[in-house]
Every structure is written in structure tokens, then in C-alpha cells.
């Protein structure tokens, strides 16, 4: 069978929430991150989808205004 195609090199869907961002504080999140990195550098272009979607599926409690922990220390007055 064919099909009609152009000269065109193969397009990877356009995803505008990508990459996503990795919790912060996320030792899960933070691993899938660097492999994702990895696999893009080895132009593995599945096994980095691979990880973006598990990072995106990753549940996580979003903290409403103040996180429990503060990354930094707040100035004192
Ligand atoms: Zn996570």
C-alpha cells in the first residue's frame, strides 16, 4: 500500500507541556529526568517519551501556598 507523503522529514508531535518540569524534591521525578536527558543524547527519542510521560503521570500533592519544607531559609527581620 501507499501512501501520499512528502518529502518531509518525520515530525514528532508538538507538545507544548514538554519537557516537563520534575517535581521539585522528587527523588523519582529527578531520576527520570536524567535518564530522559541521557536518552536524548543518545537520540532515543521513545525511551525519552518514556520517561516524560511516567514523570507527568507521577502523582504528587501540590502544596497549596507554602510548602512544608522551604528549600531556603527565609531572611529574618
Ligand atoms: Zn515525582
Known amino acids: 500500500m501507499r501512501q501520499q507523503t512528502t518529502d ?3 515530525i514528532y508531535l508538538p507538545d507544548p507541556t514538554r519537557p516537563p518540569r520534575p517535581a ?8 527520570l529526568d ?13 525511551q525519552a517519551t518514556t520517561c516524560e510521560i511516567e514523570m507527568r503521570r507521577h502523582p504528587h500533592e501540590q502544596p497549596a501556598a507554602e510548602p512544608e ?9
Open 34 to 46: 536524567r535518564q530522559r536527558a541521557e536518552a536524548e543524547a543518545q537520540d532515543n527519542i521513545s
Open 69 to 77: 519544607e522551604a528549600p531556603r531559609r527565609r531572611k529574618r527581620r
Open 24 to 31: 521539585p524534591g522528587c527523588d523519582v521525578c529527578e531520576a
Open 8 to 10: 518531509e522529514p518525520p
